[in-house]
């Protein structure tokens, strides 16, 4: 099977250097030995003195620790393209490897799970159209690693699964996560583009790609390697698609592409590390159709480094808009923009930078730059809008604030304040220069005017600046997503992450904190997908499998970043940021202590800086790094004050205005409720929270990009720097997996499906138990059972087991394809054959009957028959004539008859039509009648019904009143039983009263028992006084009971007369219920002759229609019949006339033959004459001639 000459194979036959090189090898036992500034150097072990080896390295013994030293590999795994086949895998053979590849312009590397790329520094002519194609539904063995293999990878595997695909393609600023991310956009606009000449997704034409490990199966692909993959070798480029491979895409697959020029001139900047740096995170999701065709794209961005626009290292630059803008744009625009120059210097935010960078032509760049945003659909105005911002912050920057003796600041020169004023679209340049250095601000309900220091008034302008800079931003990137986006439901994406990468400074603040929290959660996610769920799955399959922990859990550092309890980095910004009297050094006391006293296992990710209260430290993935907190309250806060963005909201450009249309009102707590006021912090994680959510729905792909060196030098590699990257990262740890475990996995289903042509014979094909299929399938196969696994549901493979199965398989359907190929080949030869000789013999048939033409041509008798033949046609013609007129008397009869009877049918049609409308009048009449009888029998059911409901409530209602009267009866009962009971008491108290009064008068003399009788009469007394409270309140019942009564009585008469008007009204209902009775029966009568009625009016309505529609059919006929007659009459006049004029033609021919007889037989009259005569002269000469014979035999006698 032949292969792509992209990925170069080791020839069996090994060369004689290989062997040389291969025996050099053997003879010593060769080791990577430590050194401070190559990394590692290669050595052989002289000696061996238990764990002191004698290594000679560079010439020079050295005696150094076992441990220390590192084996190398053998000389044919040099540049070897996956770094998980060494024989030994250690840190100086993979920075070998590395190494090697690199000085060989082999940027790209496998490192099992997934691609490495190495910075070059430099454009390599890798990724034209050619390599497109010929990375095209391709295996991964079959080219070299490559950045389209793992987008190839990805679409093959989100068309064959219908799942969301993501490629993260992360690592430090400067590593190339950019150019990489343009590449996979190139590669996916070219292979999926929906214009003419792009086929669209077929399953059955992909070819088998290589299973690279993954959390969720990624099902295989047919095979289409038969035909070679186009040579490249010598292919040139500049890393992009060529012109004409532009001309193919369709217009969405152009602005995909024209997209990133646009993002990169307002989203990317020079760094120290990086020329073209993003300073903002981006996650395009690519759009298809489920053809796999693009069908739109979107754009999330995340975290712009807008501080940039005002400050900056003096190595680096602004955003490269400002000098693309400053260098290419014409005079007509400058002015527009009220720019006095183009010089940097007369700029006050661009005048410390540098001002030509390697690699960045501004003025080509602007050109590019409009060229994108016309394709984009930016019309002249729109581009405008976004210069004019850009323009303004130049004149922000250009405003001179000085301060004055009392610490106020003021603004001397004007001229940039009155530029920025007629840029913004603002009236007055004064109400801009007040909202500066003199805002009104809200103090309570009262407006106050607060003045501004000098420092003040320079940090509110470049808030304004950073402010509308990165509104601009996001107003660019909605424009981009509005042209871009047109996403289904039905529709599935390839997302691509580009982020900036982990940073690490001198002098490092919020927003790199911001970065390095961004990189840390990515480096989590791929962690947890490489090393958590990939075990988890031989756990869930069944796989004997020992857990191994790898040591890269980064959960602790994030929670010290973004946890709220314990309060973490972040919220403990937002929380100082809402104190009055904060700073930056009380926010770095409080989260200190705070951090020092959390009870997890962050802690040990935390401490404190070496400067005291100015930052902190924090124990990230890539190393620890210090952090400055000087200013981190004002940038987390992003203030800038009501009065100025007031004003902006006001603008007369309706641009400006809508950036700031959210700060128009003067409710500050509406604006607060719509989300205005949200720290920088709180939005980052809410982006980040929505991107990892996002990201965990994908099935994702990972690209780990490599910083080579520090100083941006091709071809330089700097070990340690390298190695640092390779630990964090956690390549090596994934190589280790990638070899322990096992990386590419099939279900039973599709492994009986696709390597059954291995094994044709093992089994029957309708052997249903699938694993146990597989399993016969593998022993068959003869493979070692330490090289695979039988799971629950699926078979896992160790690393490169499938690659040669799927070489094996390829071969024999290589030999397959090629039987066919010539079996087809042979039966398309012979048709072709076949054709040739139907085309010869059908070729000498025509010449044959030619030659036979041309002898009948000349033959006499087929010339009289010419001449003859027109006279044999003019005696047919007549007999023909004859015929037709017959005919056509015959049709003219039938015509009579036909109008005869289209005059009665049209009589009868008019009758009926009278009747028709007759019966329709007669028909209405009745359905109003009907109508109305309908109208009335509707009233009465409603007014039955109506009084139905009266009469229920009624009832209902005198039920009630009788519930009510018993109730009131029986209470009255038995407040009388109780009255009489209280009487009963009253009267024994009374004579009990009376006879103790008789008891004290009768006992008065007796003075011994005065003191027990008046003790006695005081208590009776008491007594007493109650029986008379309990008598008044006997009273007061009795007197509520009486009121009751009569209430009761009151209400029970009423109920008498409600109940006899129920009565009443009961035999009224009956009697009009009785009466609409009577009237029902009788309009039930009258309905039912109405109905009788309107039925026979229907019939005979029906029966009219059924004869209307029979006239109105008989009536198409005969005008049917009519046309086809007449049509048929001029065809027989056209015939005759053509024969008449064909009949006086042959009386001229015969004319002419007349003629031309007479002329032959006066001919033939002279022939005879002329011949009569010569009968005449012979006869003569005959007669002289007998004469001379006598006269001679009369002489003859004489002369005897």
Aim: aromatic letters at 8%; charged letters at 30%; glycine letters at 4%.
């Amino acid at each position: 099977m032949q292969r792509s000459p992209l990925k170069p194979k080791f020839n069996k036959e090994i060369s004689l250097a290989d062997a040389a090189a291969n025996a050099e090898f053997a003879e010593k036992k060769r080791v990577w030995v430590p050194d401070q500034k190559e990394g590692y150097l290669s050595g052989w072990v002289a000696k061996e003195n238990g764990e002191e080896w004698d290594v000679v390295c560079n010439n020079t013994t050295k005696t150094l620790r076992n441990d220390t030293l590192s084996p190398q590999n053998p000389p044919r795994f040099d540049k070897v393209s996956d770094i998980a086949e060494l024989t030994y895998l250690n840190e100086a053979s993979v920075v070998h490897n590395l190494r090697s590849r690199y000085g060989s312009d082999l940027i790209y590397t496998y490192s099992g799970l997934f691609l490495v790329a190495v910075n070059p520094y430099r454009e390599l002519p890798i990724y034209t159209d050619a390599h497109v194609q010929a990375y095209r539904n391709r295996r991964r063995e079959d080219n070299a690693p490559h950045i389209f293999a793992v987008t190839d990878r990805a679409w093959n595997d989100m068309m064959a699964e219908r799942e969301n695909q993501s490629v993260l393609i992360t690592g430090e600023s400067g590593a190339g996560k950019t150019e990489n991310t343009k590449k996979v956009i190139q590669y996916l606009a070219s292979i999926a583009s929906n214009s003419a000449g792009r086929a669209p997704y077929d399953p059955s034409s992909r070819s088998e790609h290589a299973r690279t490990p993954s959390r969720t199966s990624t099902a295989f692909l047919n095979p289409s390697s038969v035909p070679n993959s186009p040579s490249i070798g010598n292919s040139t480029g500049n890393g992009s698609l060529s012109s004409s491979s532009m001309t193919t895409l369709g217009t969405l697959e152009k602005q995909i592409l024209q997209a990133n020029p646009i993002l990169e001139s307002f989203g990317n900047a020079q760094t120290v590390r990086n020329n073209n740096s993003s300073r903002f995170g981006k996650f395009v999701r690519i759009e298809f159709s489920t053809k796999g065709q693009i069908a739109g794209a979107h754009i999330d961005w995340y975290l712009l480094e807008k501080s940039r626009v005002s400050a900056r290292s003096n190595q680096e630059r602004s955003f490269h808009v400002f000098y693309h803008l400053l260098n290419g744009a014409d005079e007509d625009l400058l002015n527009a923009l009220k720019l006095p120059s183009t010089d940097l210097l007369q700029y006050n935010y661009l005048s410390k930078t540098r001002k030509q960078v390697d690699g960045i032509d501004d003025e080509k760049e602007w050109n590019s730059l409009i060229s994108a945003l016309d394709v984009l659909g930016f019309d002249k105005e729109e581009q405008f809008n976004l210069f004019k911002v850009v323009g303004a912050i130049l004149h922000l920057g250009n405003i001179d604030i000085k301060g004055d003796r009392q610490g106020q600041a003021r603004i001397d020169d004007k001229d940039a304040l009155e530029r920025l004023s007629f840029v913004l679209g603002l009236s007055s340049s004064k109400e801009l220069e007040q909202s500066i250095v003199n805002p009104r601000v809200m103090a309570g309900k009262e407006t106050v005017i607060q003045s501004r220091s000098e420092d003040q008034a320079r940090a509110e302008i470049a808030s304004l600046a950073k402010t509308i800079y990165e509104k601009n931003f996001s107003k660019l990137i909605e424009k981009i997503n509005t042209v871009l986006d047109r996403a289904t439901e039905s529709n599935t994406f390839i997302g691509v992450l580009d982020i900036a990468g982990f940073e690490i400074f001198q002098k490092n603040s919020f927003e790199q904190l911001c970065i390095n929290y961004t990189n840390e959660c990515l480096q989590q996610f791929f962690n947890h997908h490489m090393f958590v769920l990939e075990q988890e799955e031989y756990q869930r399959e069944g796989i004997e499998w020992n857990f191994v922990n790898f040591g890269l859990d980064l959960q602790p550092t994030i929670n010290l970043i973004e946890s709220v309890s314990p309060i973490g980095i972040l919220s403990c910004l937002d929380e100082e940021c809402i104190m009055p009297k904060a700073s930056d050094q009380t926010f770095t006391q409080k989260l200190t202590s705070l951090c020092l006293n959390r009870e997890d296992n962050s802690k040990s990710k935390f401490s404190p800086s070496k400067f005291g209260d100015e930052g902190f430290i924090v124990q990230h993935y890539a190393g620890k790094v210090e952090y400055d907190t000087d200013g981190w309250l004002e940038k987390n806060k992003d203030p800038i004050n009501d009065h100025l963005t007031k004003l902006l909201a006001n603008s007369s450009d309706p641009y400006i205005a809508d950036m700031f249309t959210e700060y128009a009102s003067d409710d500050r707590k509406a604006r607060g409720k719509g989300g205005a006021f949200r720290t920088v912090a709180q939005r980052h994680k809410e982006q980040l929270n929505a991107l990892m959510k996002q990201l965990n729905s994908t099935q994702p792909h990972f690209v780990r990009c490599i910083l080579p060196n520090s100083i941006k030098k091709p071809g330089r590699i700097e070990v340690g720097l390298v190695l640092d990257q390779l630990r964090c990262n956690g390549v090596l740890e994934g190589i280790r997996i990638a070899r322990l475990g096992y990386p590419n996995r099939l279900p039973f289903s599709e492994f009986r499906s696709r390597y059954g042509v291995l094994t044709p014979d093992v089994i029957s094909v309708h052997y249903m138990d699938a694993r146990k299929v597989c399993q016969r399938m593998l022993e068959s196969l003869g493979l070692d059972v330490e090289l695979y696994r039988l799971g629950n549901s699926k078979i896992f493979f160790k690393a490169g087991v499938l690659a040669e199965m799927e070489e094996r398989r390829d071969a024999i359907l290589y030999d397959l394809f090629a039987s066919i190929q010539a079996s087809s080949r042979g039966f398309i030869t012979r048709r072709i054959i076949h054709k040739m000789r139907n085309k010869s013999n059908a070729a000498q048939v025509i010449g044959k009957n030619i030659t036979l033409y041309n002898e009948l041509t000349q033959w006499p008798w087929w010339m009289v028959y010419e001449k003859v033949k027109p006279l044999l046609t003019a005696t047919r013609s007549e007999e023909e004539l004859r015929m037709r007129d017959e005919k056509l008397e015959l049709l003219q009869k039938k015509l009579d008859a036909i109008e005869h009877d289209q005059h009665e049918n049209n009589a009868e049609a008019k009758r009926l039509q009278k009747l028709l409308l007759t019966t329709q009048t007669e028909l209405e009449s009745e359905k109003n009648q009907s109508v109305n009888h309908q109208h009335v029998i509707e009233r009465f059911q409603t007014r039955e019904i109506e009084m139905g409901e009266e009469s229920d409530h009624l009832k209902t209602l005198v039920r009630d009143l009788e519930d009510q009267l018993e109730k009131a009866l029986s209470g009255l009962k038995e407040s009388e039983a109780r009255h009489v009971d209280l009487r009963n008491d009253f009267d024994r108290a009374s004579s009990e009263i009376l006879r103790l009064e008789r008891a004290v008068e009768d006992n008065t003399k007796m003075k011994s028992l005065a003191d027990e009788y008046e003790t006695k009469l005081s208590v009776t007394a008491s007594e007493r006084d109650k029986f008379a409270r309990e008598l008044s309140s006997i009273r007061s019942t009795l007197n509520e009971t009486t009121s009751d009564l009569k209430q009761y009585q009151e209400k029970s008469r009423k109920s008498d007369d409600l109940a006899s008007r129920c009565k009443e009204v009961e035999m009224e209902l009956a009697q009009v219920i009785e009466e609409f009775k009577e009237s029902k029966s009788s309009r039930d009568e009258e309905i039912e002759g109405l109905r009788q009625q309107l039925a026979q009016s229907i019939d005979d309505a029906s029966l009219a229609r059924s004869e209307s529609d029979t006239y109105k059919k008989r009536t198409h006929e005969l005008e049917t019949f009519e046309d086809s007659y007449k049509r048929l009459r001029k065809d027989h006049d056209n015939e005759v006339s053509g024969l008449r004029q064909k009949d006086q033609e042959n009386e001229e021919l015969i004319r002419q033959l007349q003629a031309q007889l007479s002329n032959s037989e006066e001919k033939n009259e002279r022939i005879m004459q002329e011949f009569g005569s010569m009968r005449d002269i012979q006869s003569e000469f005959e007669s002289i001639l007998r004469q001379s014979n006598e006269e001679k035999e009369v002489g003859a006698t004489d002369i005897t």
